[in-house]
């Protein structure tokens, strides 16, 4: 039997003056996926640390900066790709610092399917952002956080 354990993902939303948030659409493990820039924290690492890294690695070395925390996982939510895991999750609000070092699309999922390249990134106004368009159950509860937050 394997033992339980947890799982920490570590998230960056970065809300621009036009009230959009930043979103990812990647290609991964055979599944196409819409979620908040981040990933998986390393043994090791701190949140911020890992976050920094995290950007870093996705966006072509962008650097981020003024990080405050804006939501911790507070439900049970078991984690998709491990077994016997449970996932916790944390989101910073983030800002992008200049030059911005990685291309930001209109279309989702602007790249070729089994290419080089597996991940895009676009803006999507927080008022027009919908639960069913990003794919993590965490995700999900997050966008009606952002709502709440940045929308009253």
């Given at each position: 039997?394997?033992?339980?354990k947890?799982?920490?993902?570590v998230?960056?939303?970065?809300?621009?003056?036009?009230?959009?948030?930043?979103?990812?659409?990647?290609?991964?493990?055979g599944?196409?996926?819409?979620?908040?820039?981040g990933?998986?924290?390393e043994?090791g690492?701190?949140l911020?640390?890992?976050?920094?890294?995290?950007?870093?690695?996705?966006c072509n070395?962008?650097?981020?900066e003024?990080?405050?925390?804006?939501?911790?996982?507070?439900?049970?939510?078991?984690?998709?790709?491990?077994?016997?895991?449970?996932?916790?999750s944390v989101y910073?609000?983030?800002?992008?610092?200049?030059?911005?070092?990685?291309?930001v699309?209109?279309?989702a999922?602007?790249f070729e399917?089994g290419?080089?390249?597996t991940q895009?990134?676009?803006?999507?106004?927080?008022?027009?952002l919908k639960?069913?368009?990003v794919t993590?159950?965490?995700?999900?509860?997050?966008v009606?956080?952002?709502k709440?937050?940045?929308?009253?």
């Amino acid at each position: 039997m394997t033992p339980n354990k947890f799982i920490l993902r570590v998230y960056g939303l970065v809300v621009n003056e036009q009230k959009e948030v930043l979103i990812s659409d990647e290609f991964e493990l055979g599944i196409k996926m819409t979620k908040f820039p981040g990933g998986g924290l390393e043994f090791g690492e701190g949140l911020t640390d890992g976050l920094i890294r995290e950007f870093a690695e996705e966006c072509n070395g962008q650097e981020i900066e003024n990080l405050r925390h804006f939501y911790t996982t507070d439900f049970y939510q078991k984690a998709l790709f491990f077994e016997n895991a449970q996932l916790i999750s944390v989101y910073f609000l983030v800002d992008l610092k200049l030059p911005l070092r990685f291309s930001v699309s209109e279309k989702a999922f602007d790249f070729e399917i089994g290419g080089p390249v597996t991940q895009s990134f676009r803006w999507v106004k927080i008022n027009e952002l919908k639960e069913d368009d990003v794919t993590f159950p965490i995700d999900k509860f997050v966008v009606g956080k952002l709502k709440q937050t940045f929308l009253g």
